[in-house]
């Protein structure tokens, strides 16, 4: 049989779940991430970090948007899907993440993005013209009381939604974690640890992310970065990072300790078929490279310049490294037998419906939604964006 | 008053909730069938349905009561636990009617591995044997005879 090694149940053999079912993941932790980046800045009200808050909310919205569209692909029949709301199943975590889907992003996201850019809605549904001014009016939902007190409320309200978005954003990904966490069968997934994990590396990438987009974002624009904000963020990066390390340092700690019956199987194939991945790709490329890149920042003064280039650099390693984290947990969960005693291997298709194009194009699509998004509510000040916009 | 009338835009809002609710409750209205929940977490009357479905398998019983020789030669040997559509298939048809159908021949060089290739998955006291050593293209029934395979004292036990 192609591929396999040793002997696999006939099961085992093609992998079900495929590089969209790694993307899924790898997007929700994006979302949850830039979220609870927004949210420090406004339940602990940091400063520094503001200049990225309404960026980080859009940039959540954008990946939450395409975030169920890898399982929709993935199913053999996505008409069937709405069905999990109408006949819920409450004893299974995965027909109930439509729920957890739905109240993130209606109740907390689209909320909270409404509260907070209500005003500049109303403003330019009284300014724009034409098919803009409908829109902006159909967003204001018909109301354009934007006075003192009516704002004030919005903040006092937006307040609680974060502080409720919190836990939310958690569930949202501690979620996913559980799910493969809760897999029994399977040694590579099965651990308590796991949606602990998935939350800390969610925060790395979606912080990292955030920071990448605030930069490349800047630089588009032809503004200055604000370097007490990036500065900020890029601490916020290396702590969390350093928090996530070591759970997933205790994770293998564990395991190597506890060997298990499976332990031998799954470190041959960490030495063998997920070689590149983890060690290379995962632990020395995206994890140990940031945080050295990191660490370096926090305790020497570097110029300007060479701040910007390291987090540039370190930001974008760490969301390849998490990328490539998911990449182990759901492929590498897949590649061995249950017996122990084989080994399969991952092609990634190329004109499927799961192939490697529409992966790339899964990729790219929330950076499209994000522009949208930019475009309609601008999350910087309206003098800039008005200059923005005349320059392109 | 004033208080209620500034923060008229959050219940609009909410409306827009209740709204989704109310379109989600008459959706669902008619797209769930009559029959779900009337047992348990799927539609009632599937079970009907399937019942309705036409059986395939007739069972052992039913071959013994016609094919009694068969079922004598095989009660002694190894394969007297082995269900006789379990090697010719579904034969549903043939009990009916047995004249009009007649079941298709079976091909030991596929059948007879499928269960005794040798694997290491299988339980260690599983007689298995690896085809290609063993019968070296040999049909296996030209040696075993499939009611009752084993070799010894020409088969009777």
Not at chain 1, 321 to 350: C, D, E, H, P
Not at chain 2, 51 to 63: N, R, T
């Amino acid at each position: 049989m192609n591929g396999v090694e040793g002997f696999m149940y006939p099961n085992e053999v093609e992998l079900v779940w495929s590089v969209l079912i790694v993307l899924y993941p790898y997007i929700t932790g994006l979302v949850a991430g830039a979220f609870i980046l927004a949210s420090l800045e406004r339940v602990f009200r940091v400063d520094a970090v503001k200049p990225t808050y309404r960026l980080a909310l859009l940039t959540a919205l954008s990946f939450l948007l395409v975030a169920p569209l890898p399982l929709q692909l993935h199913l053999g029949h996505p008409e069937r899907s709405p069905e999990m709301y109408f006949t819920p199943h409450s004893t299974s975590a995965m027909a109930m993440f439509g729920y957890v889907y739905l109240w993130y992003l209606m109740a907390v996201l689209v909320f909270e993005i409404w509260l907070d850019y209500r005003r500049d809605i109303v403003l330019r549904a009284r300014r724009e013209r034409g098919l803009l001014r409908l829109i902006y009016k159909v967003m204001t939902l018909g109301s354009d009381n934007i006075s003192e007190r009516s704002l004030h409320i919005d903040e006092r309200v937006g307040w609680v939604v974060t502080l409720i978005g919190i836990p939310s954003a958690f569930l949202l990904h501690g979620y996913v974690g559980f799910i493969f966490g809760s897999i029994k069968a399977n040694p590579w997934w099965s651990s308590p640890l796991m949606p602990v994990v998935f939350i800390f590396s969610a925060m790395v990438s979606g912080i990292a992310c955030v920071m990448v987009i605030y930069m490349a974002t800047s630089k588009l624009r032809g503004t200055t970065i604000d370097m007490g904000c990036v500065d900020t963020i890029a601490m916020y990066l290396f702590y969390t990072f350093i928090i996530d390390f070591s759970l997933e340092m205790l994770d293998l700690i564990h395991r190597i300790y506890e060997a298990d019956e499976s332990f031998r199987s799954l470190n041959f194939m960490v030495h063998t078929k997920l070689y590149f991945s983890h060690i290379v790709v995962q632990i020395g490329l995206g994890t140990l490279t940031p945080l050295v890149l990191l660490a370096i920042t926090q305790v020497t003064k570097l110029s300007e310049m060479a701040r910007k280039r390291i987090y540039a650099l370190a930001g974008a390693l760490t969301l390849i490294g998490i990328f490539a984290m998911r990449w182990n947990v759901v492929i590498g969960g897949q590649l061995f037998s249950k017996s122990f005693l084989g080994y399969t291997t991952y092609k990634v298709g190329m004109v499927t419906r799961e192939g490697l194009p529409v992966a790339i194009a899964l990729t790219l699509l929330p950076l499209l939604f994000l522009w949208v998004l930019v475009k309609l509510l601008p999350p910087w000040d309206d003098a800039s964006a008005a200059h923005g916009a005349t320059g392109d | 008053m004033s208080a209620f009338r500034d923060a008229g835009h959050l219940l609009r809002f909410a409306g827009l909730f209740v709204l989704a609710f109310i379109i989600f409750l008459v959706v669902r209205k008619f797209v769930v069938p009559k029959s779900f929940g009337e047992y348990g977490h799927y539609r009632g009357a599937a079970i009907g349905e399937i019942a309705a479905h036409p059986a395939h398998f007739a069972g052992h019983q039913a071959c013994e009561a016609c094919h009694a020789d068969i079922a004598d030669e095989k009660k002694g040997g190894k394969h007297a636990h082995v269900n006789c559509e379990a090697c010719h298939g579904p034969l549903g048809k043939h009990a009916d009617d047995p004249a009009s159908v007649t079941p298709a021949k079976l091909d030991t060089a596929v059948l007879c591995v499928r269960c005794h290739a040798a694997s290491v998955a299988k339980p260690k006291n599983f007689p298995q044997v690896d085809a290609a050593d063993h019968a070296n293209g040999v049909p296996c029934e030209t040696c075993h005879k499939p009611h009752n395979p084993a070799l010894e004292a020409g088969g009777a036990k």
